[in-house]
């Protein structure tokens, strides 16, 4: 397809376990943005790559978190030794050139349950 | 501390008539708003946006007002279908599309 795709659509892990989210951005997007959005609530900024440099991870909540684009394309969201509050939905979106007034297209999701 | 702001949780209207979407913002550096549109279980879609520069932009059934003085935008659906039935969050961007979301409105048309 010619949209964001995100995988896994759902994740189940117990509490302390490390986890994996990864993004397909468009081809040929530029930007790529992490947002999380727990029930509830807008989607909340987490980072943003311009190719593989990430420029922006002032969202992140923690160290536990951590996210790579490694060859400008593909984009990894990990968190390591997760906490029943890491649940939520973890939202991928690109953008072509990440300028203002271009609209960033969203994934739908990976859906992340910490027991 | 909420930069955006939708303060209508929900919003029920018939089909056919017109559906208004508010939402406020307080950062003044704000300079560019979109509207996303949310069906359950699937990420946002970009529905319509506006730059500061202007007070008004016009897509089909979707129209987009922007208040700068009163940092305040509203979205119209004229006319409104049951299929425009979603979550409709606004957000609002400064630079280089690090977005800053609304909580979302439920919009519920009745056929």
């Known amino acids: 397809g010619a949209g964001v795709s995100q995988s896994p659509r759902y994740k189940v892990a117990k509490r302390g376990q490390d986890v994996a989210l990864r993004c397909d951005p468009i081809?040929?997007?530029?930007?790529l943005f992490w947002y999380q959005q727990a029930l509830g609530q807008g989607p909340e900024f987490l980072t943003y790559f311009q190719n593989e440099a990430q420029l922006d991870k002032s969202g992140l909540p923690s160290d536990r978190f951590f996210a790579e684009r490694p060859e400008g394309s593909v984009s990894t969201l990990k968190i390591q030794r997760t906490q029943q509050e890491d649940s939520a939905v973890y939202l991928c979106?690109?953008?072509?050139?990440?300028?203002?007034?271009?609209?960033?297209?969203f994934g739908d999701g990976t859906r992340l349950s910490i027991l | 501390d909420q930069q955006v702001k939708q303060n209508s949780p929900s919003l029920s209207v018939q089909e056919g008539r017109i559906s208004i979407l508010n939402c406020d913002y307080t950062?003044?550096?704000?300079?560019?708003f979109l509207w996303y549109k949310k069906y359950p279980a699937e990420g946002p879609t970009f529905l319509i946006s506006?730059?500061?520069?202007?007070d008004k932009n016009e897509d089909g059934r979707f129209t987009v007002f922007l208040n700068k003085s009163a940092k305040h935008l509203s979205l119209h659906i004229v006319p409104s279908q049951p299929g425009d039935s979603a979550v409709y969050f606004c957000?609002?961007?400064?630079?280089?599309?690090?977005?800053?979301f609304g909580q979302g409105t439920i919009l519920t048309v009745h056929p």
């Open positions: 081809s040929g997007h530029v930007s």
């Open positions: 506006i730059s500061s520069i202007k």
């Open positions: 979106a690109s953008s072509l050139d990440g300028a203002v007034n271009q609209p960033q297209h």
């Open positions: 957000a609002a961007d400064t630079s280089y599309g690090k977005l800053t």
């Open positions: 950062n003044s550096m704000f300079d560019y």
